[in-house]
């Protein structure tokens, strides 16, 4: 994975492309972020647009040269995109084929086979985890609800108890898991190792989904006890299909770029010596380009052809797998853009010295400067660009552990609070057919634990590693 490495942060930090002073920087962040969270928020103007706004005028602001603001924008821009964009176009690939194939059917038929109804929330955590590691979020909602709002019919569930556990795997998975894009970008903001991320993340990720889904699902099933709305009740995917993927294989492909990248991070740890040639080995194989496009590959016959595609229907899986994901790309890019900006213009060096007197733990700094910018802008993603930004030359001289909790921290703080200038928000109050008050008393609710149990897992594992 091309990423920045941290001497270059640093020293992009220490060479500013203004003389501005600290108050006049300080300035300049806050009106630069404002004219992005206005612009998204006031003027609906598409993300990409206001980031790309948003970073030529935290460049002026900061009396930088128009020239130098744009240049250290279209820099940014190309190495975010050059680093991870690759990798979101394999992993909505991977989605894809998952889903058109019958294979995210398969694992939630499955598994749902072996449930009963004590057990039932913890499978829908199960499954909602599995299909996350390959999906978008929207995405994985589009292919999940369809089963939740079945479930809860058939069972005859409270509609809470079955879709908060699901709810709370896809976005654990969206905010703390490489390779959604957010964690990717954060990654690369932060030159932290993604093995070592993954790691940590699925430590962090397993006692936070199970708070935020499973347990607190008991509570929101009684503030808000409605049933599965019938209209709302889409077909499957697989419906259609002769054949299904195997169990086995879905899985085996899904976890296998997993895997790959944790056994490099695990071997990197237990050798660490990049002459051992295991760890070569496992450098290559292990490197997210490589991992993810072997289960691309492998996907192609596990899941395409043994759902009896031709190679037109794979081929043309695979085209429109990647059409949908160009308003991501974009807004990844400018939010690289941004985090560049802010580094060129010194930001990150007023920072250091600003939080040189500062007590609060830099884990901390960094979730709460992920939680404003949620607040303010609704999306995840650029909260998640944005943080990384501004915390990027804090990471510089942190271990491969630490820069690595950094991400988890901004990760954590990305999912807080989800409102009404969320489009995630809206998409999960039609599907369930809730109202404004109850979506803010579940949805919001349980976004809000995810973010809090997160910082606080990732804060006690600062403490003993």
């Known amino acids: ?12 930090a220490t060479a500013p492309i203004t003389s501005a002073g600290n108050a006049q920087l300080g300035i300049a962040v806050l009106a630069g972020i404002a004219v992005i969270v206005l612009l998204i928020t006031k003027f609906k103007l598409h993300a990409f647009l206001a980031l790309t706004i948003g970073s030529l005028a935290l460049g ?29 176009a394999l992993g909505a690939i991977l989605g894809k084929l998952l889903a058109d194939s019958g294979g995210g059917d398969q694992i939630v038929d499955t598994i749902l086979a072996k449930a009963n ?7 829908m955590v199960l499954i909602a985890s599995v299909i996350g590691l390959p999906l978008f979020f929207e995405v994985g909602i589009v292919l999940l609800i369809p089963v939740v709002l079945m479930v809860a019919k058939r069972g005859n569930y409270s509609l809470m108890r079955i879709g908060i556990p699901a709810l709370a795997g896809l976005s654990v998975m969206h905010g703390l898991i490489p390779p959604h894009p957010g964690p990717l970008v954060a990654i690369d903001a932060l030159g932290a190792n993604l093995g070592v991320t993954l790691a940590l993340g699925v430590l962090v990720s ?8 499973p347990v607190f699902a008991k509570y929101a099933a009684r503030w808000v006890d409605i049933p599965a709305p019938e209209k709302m009740i889409p077909a499957r995917p697989s419906e259609d299909l002769e054949h299904r993927p195997s169990f086995g294989a879905t899985v085996f492909t899904v976890l296998l ?46 899941l395409g ?78 909260a998640t660009i944005s943080a990384a930004g501004l915390v990027a030359p804090l990471a510089a001289g942190m271990s491969t552990t630490e820069s690595a909790l950094l991400v988890l921290a901004i990760g954590a703080g990305s999912l807080f609070f989800s409102h009404v200038n969320d489009a995630g928000f809206w998409l999960v109050k039609e ?25 606080v897992f990732v804060l006690l594992l600062s403490l003993v590693l």
């Open 206 to 213: 397993i006692p936070t989904v199970i708070i935020a889904g």
């Open 117 to 123: 109804g004590r057990t039932m929330p913890w499978a």
């Open 305 to 382: 052809r043994a759902a009896g595609f031709t190679k037109d229907r794979i081929s043309s899986t695979v085209e429109k797998s990647l059409a949908p994901i160009a308003g991501v790309l974009m807004i990844v890019g400018a939010g690289g853009g941004f985090k560049q900006t802010l580094i060129d213009v010194g930001v990150g060096q007023m920072i250091l010295d600003i939080s040189e007197n500062w007590s609060i733990p830099t884990l901390l700094l960094a979730w709460l400067i992920a939680v404003a910018i949620r607040l303010a802008t609704g999306s995840a993603t650029v």
């Open 60 to 88: 002026a602001f900061a009396g930088a040269p128009l020239g130098k603001a744009i240049e250290s924008f279209s820099k940014g821009l190309g190495s975010t995109v050059a680093g991870v964009g690759v990798l979101i």
């Open 257 to 302: 770029p997993v895997v790959l990248m944790l056994s490099n991070a695990l071997v990197e740890i237990v050798i660490d010596d990049p002459e051992n040639q295991v760890q070569k080995i496992t450098d290559v194989i292990g490197s997210p380009l490589i991992a993810l496009l072997a289960a691309v590959l492998v996907g192609l016959f596990t």
């Open 431 to 455: 599907y369930f057919g809730m109202t404004v008050g109850q979506t803010l008393k579940t949805w919001s609710v349980m976004e809000t634990i995810i973010s809090v149990v997160g910082i």
């Open 1 to 12: 994975m091309t990423s920045l490495s941290v001497e270059m942060l640093a020293a992009d």
